[in-house]
């Protein structure tokens, strides 16, 4: 039988917003793995971030974290892989973004990119922003961060901003030299994330790494709802996104009418992993 690997968004894929994993999707992941299918998440959010979602007795081989910044092995709890950028980096991505006046988030290097300093711009007029609940939501986690301050390395840089602001084509190509992905606010559903990692950072190229560890050449699976699971789900060979996905990914993927709770009963039945 050929290995399989299935690669798993979280958020809005397999869990609903400040929801946790349902008993069905539970049942899944262990019938899965029984199955043989190696089952590997592929999330956003960092490893403390994950921590409040999922434990380390969840059914699951490997996670994806922080869009690519690294891989865990999950059952043994340890890093596999890990990127960032240099502190060099981070003062010419701050460079351009400032320019712009963007408020931006510097996340520090792993094991620590839950904590992060940011550059703010007009405060006042900010206080509702997405930017704002999310420093509100990491109180005791941030600090202010004088643009040229930033010493070290760091995981990644974020800015969020209106799906329309017009800085966002602006930019856009003087971030050549970084991997930039694109994803829409966990917080209000509707925010625009910009997030700003090294080189070749994404979750296709950590999922090619870690099929690439494997004795042979597995075939893979991979369910997503977002723009900055595109890359992946290009990447695999069986795909299928969420209902609630952009209509971008709708039109490239085939799209599974199933809610969170069940979204990997969905996927399994399908594609007869089981």
């Not at 399989?4 to 946790?20: M, S, V, Y």
């Not at 349902?22 to 043989?36: C, I, K, P, T, V």
């Not at 701050?94 to 931006?104: A, G, K, P, R």
């Amino acid at each position: 039988m050929p290995v399989k690997i299935l690669f798993c968004d979280l958020d809005g894929t397999l869990i609903a917003q400040g929801q946790g994993l349902s008993e069905d999707n539970l049942e899944m992941l262990q019938s899965l793995r029984a199955g043989g299918v190696i089952v590997a998440l592929a999330s956003g959010r960092s490893p403390f971030s994950l921590s409040k979602v999922v434990t380390p007795q969840m059914p699951f081989d490997y996670a994806i974290f922080s869009t690519g910044v690294g891989i865990m092995d999950w059952q043994k709890q340890q890093i596999l892989l890990r990127r960032e950028l240099s502190e060099g980096q981070v003062h010419q991505a701050l460079e351009i973004l400032c320019s712009e006046q963007i408020d931006t988030m510097v996340q520090a290097a792993l094991p620590d990119n839950h904590l992060f300093q940011y550059c703010q711009f007009n405060a006042e007029e900010a206080s509702g922003t997405d930017f704002c609940r999310r420093i509100r939501l990491y109180q005791g986690f941030c600090s202010p961060l004088p643009p040229e301050s930033w010493r070290g390395s760091a995981s990644q840089l974020l800015t969020i901003m209106r799906p329309d602001d017009p800085r966002f084509l602006r930019i856009l190509p003087k971030l050549q030299d970084f991997s930039v992905i694109r994803a829409t606010s966990p917080l209000d559903g509707h925010s625009t994330w910009l997030e700003i990692f090294a080189p070749g950072v994404n979750k296709s190229s950590a999922a090619s790494w870690l099929s690439g560890k494997l004795p042979v050449p597995p075939v893979t699976y991979a369910l997503g709802n977002d723009h900055n699971d595109l890359d992946l789900l290009a990447w695999a060979k069986h795909s299928l996104v969420a209902l609630d996905a952009p209509p971008e990914l709708q039109t490239q993927f085939t799209v599974l009418n199933a809610e969170p709770a069940r979204f990997l009963r969905q996927a399994a039945h399908i594609w007869q992993l089981l």
